[in-house]
């Protein structure tokens, strides 16, 4: 499916916006270069949702990924544009990197971003911090970021192609000085309801930068819907919702749900390439003849890493059975650590597994394997394909995608995936063992009980979920906000609606 779906995008592209360049601005890159302490520079491909589903789409598309240069090494193998083609062995995609001072980026990623937006769109009770230095170095990286776009676009049509919360003023920026390009946002998180948005103290500007595209996406519906009473009731617009649209200054600029996904084929491919042995020699070792639960995300709060520790802890009690046959493997990524929330929640979750390995731990046997450290991810997939269960147990998230890679890397294969219903990928994957997290006993029964099923079963639900994923991969995902683009393009050229 992935290769049709692959050249449907490519024809797409070809056939409707072959004269413009395609853009993709966010914040993370997908490549890093690193100096280690011999001076030697590695190039890195961190793990990241954004990344697995925006990759093949600027590849497809021989685009230009505008990023933030946050590696040691960034800007010492770039040319004189700040730029270097990749992949390296056979270049389809060229990365433009943004350099930031230090002050700027802690103040608009650390600060504003993660401090006060993240907390902002997720409820999962932790208070946003607003402070106005941070809002001023949001507004300087936005502009830093546009700069960068306007070089690399020079006088040419262009598709702007914009990722998340960390550039909701760009789009005006760009539309300020070429209203002529068609711009498109991806909203990677939840987008919260008008009474949280107002409590931002910059809504209004937020707001009208994002107002500057053409059209928004999010993962859900439901998103959509919040966005645009947001705009009804923070920002002087007209909001019409018969064609799920917000028009200000004579410019309208749709809202739309793109279920985000990943290429299901391919990481179905890349779990059978390595064998788990040679992905992961010593764990392998481990937890030779256990039943292996696995827990895979970056050190975030949203993602209920504490509550998936209570649920194992819980099985344990259940299921007296399975204590020195199971092992639970949680990778912890590391991540914005300077963020004391951050720095807290790392100091929790070591102290729950030592708290739970206290407790059951006999003989060579540790309940749980706990890894705080970056993990590529094509090294994850033949974990994933290893795993017996998948634990996702996030609080609120826009979509998830650990959800969809551990169904491509079992492709059918028998296994157990306990999803959170505050996923976007609840609402497609609802042969999974949907559960809230915060019943942490009532998610254990349901784990428990999952795991008894007899394997023809829970491959028969793995096959559902492959079937549906791969029938919707990140390729399609591509192709339908693509799709979107060409009939808002179609309108604006002919004048469909008024005010265009």
């Given at each position: 499916?992935?290769r ?30 690193e ?101 001023e ?39 300020q ?24 103290p ?106 998936r ?17 199971a ?25 729950l ?55 491509a890397?079992?492709?059918g ?16 994957l ?40 791969q ?26 609606f008024?005010?265009?």
């Open positions: 499916m992935s049709e779906s692959k050249e449907r995008l490519r024809a797409l592209v070809t056939e409707r916006f072959s004269d413009r360049k395609l853009v993709v601005v966010a914040n993370r890159e997908p490549l890093v270069h100096r280690d302490a011999s001076g030697k520079i590695h190039a890195l491909h961190p793990a990241s949702g954004m990344s697995t589903a925006l990759v093949p789409i600027a590849e497809a598309c021989h685009g230009t990924w505008v990023a933030h240069g946050s590696g040691s090494a960034d800007f010492d193998v770039v040319d004189e544009r700040s730029g270097i083609a990749w992949p390296e062995a056979r270049p389809t995609t060229r990365l433009r990197r943004v350099r930031l001072s230090k002050e700027v980026e802690a103040g608009y990623y650390n600060g504003l971003s993660n401090e006060g937006l993240w907390p902002l769109c997720h409820i999962a009770y932790t208070a946003p911090m607003f402070r106005h230095g941070n809002w170095h949001y507004c300087v990286a936005n502009r830093a970021f546009a700069d960068a776009v306007l070089d690399e676009i020079g006088f040419e049509p262009a598709i702007v192609f914009i990722q998340d919360f960390h550039l909701a003023l760009l789009p005006r920026l760009l539309r000085a070429r209203p002529d390009i068609l711009l498109a946002h991806f909203w990677h998180i939840p987008w919260p309801n008008s009474d949280v948005m107002k409590r931002f910059w809504a209004e500007e937020f707001l009208g930068g994002m107002l500057g595209n053409d059209l928004v996406g999010f993962h859900v519906q439901h998103h959509c819907d919040n966005f645009l009473e947001s705009v009804d009731r923070g920002i002087e617009a007209l909001v019409d919702l018969e064609h799920r649209r917000a028009i200000r200054d004579g410019h309208s600029t749709f809202a739309r749900p793109f279920p985000i996904s990943i290429d299901v084929s391919g990481y179905a491919a890349l779990a059978r390439a390595m064998s788990f042995e040679d992905a992961y020699l010593e764990l392998a070792a481990q937890t030779k003849g256990q039943v292996l639960l696995l827990g895979v995300d970056r050190l975030d709060y949203t993602k209920g890493i504490p509550h520790i209570r649920i194992f802890e819980s099985l344990l009690d259940k299921r007296p059975d399975l204590r020195g046959r092992t639970f493997v949680q990778i912890g990524a590391p991540t914005r650590s300077a963020i004391t929330r951050y720095a807290s929640l790392a100091r929790e979750v070591q102290q597994v030592d708290e739970v390995n206290r407790r059951f731990a006999k003989d060579d046997w540790i309940p749980i394997r706990y890894i705080a450290e970056h993990n590529d991810r094509d090294r994850l997939a033949p974990l994933y394909r290893r795993a017996d269960a998948c634990l996702v147990t996030s609080l609120h998230d826009g979509m998830n995608l650990v959800a969809k890679e551990y169904v890397a079992h492709a294969e028998p296994g157990t995936l306990l999803l959170s219903k505050f996923t976007g990928a609840s609402r497609e609802l042969e999974a063992c949907l559960v809230n997290p915060y019943d942490v006993e009532t998610s254990a029964e349901m784990l428990a009980q999952t795991l008894e099923l007899e394997a023809p079963l829970r491959a028969e639900a793995m096959t559902r979920l492959y079937d549906r994923i029938a919707q991969d990140v390729y399609d995902w591509g192709y339908r906000i693509m799709r979107s683009l060409d009939d808002i393009a179609r309108r604006k050229d002919a004048a469909f008024p005010g265009n």
